[in-house]
């Protein structure tokens, strides 16, 4: 189970962070991911990383400007998000596998199979 917070109302340039909180063991192994939607669009990728390896993917819209990170211990996922623009504005969702995905997976929202419930996240121009 997953339980993502940290949402809400930030001004354009402005920063957030996000977390999820994992009922897991362990991540060792785990592919781990943030996606987003906005109304009427589908689900979009936003920044996995892969245990295994650090590994870190993040989409183009939000590449150099959103960071993910893990800690193992306290089984929490983070998004630190800066720079933010009105087209960041969506739900932000936190989702995991626990297994290595492949780099060409990774950002496929169908290769995760627990997912929390969202969180807002309002950018004002």
């Known amino acids: 189970q997953l339980q993502a917070s940290g949402g809400g109302l930030v001004q354009a340039g402005g920063s957030l962070g996000l977390s999820c909180a994992a009922s897991?063991?362990?991540?060792?192994?785990?592919?781990i991911a943030w996606f987003r939607r906005t109304p009427g669009k589908e689900r979009e990728f936003v920044a996995a990383?892969?245990?295994?390896?650090?590994?870190?993917y993040y989409g183009d819209s939000v590449k150099d400007r959103f960071t993910i990170s893990v800690d193992n211990a306290k089984k929490m996922v983070y998004l630190q998000m800066n720079g933010l623009k009105p087209e960041d504005t969506a739900i932000y969702y936190c989702?995991?596998?626990?297994?290595?995905?492949?780099?060409?997976?990774?950002?496929?929202?169908?290769?995760?199979?627990?997912w929390g419930q969202g969180t807002l996240v309002t950018v004002s121009s």
């Open positions: 897991v063991p362990t991540f060792n192994s785990y592919s």
């Open positions: 989702a995991t596998r626990s297994s290595r995905l492949l780099p060409a997976y990774i950002n496929r929202e169908d290769m995760y199979s627990s």
């Open positions: 990383l892969r245990w295994s390896d650090s590994a870190r």
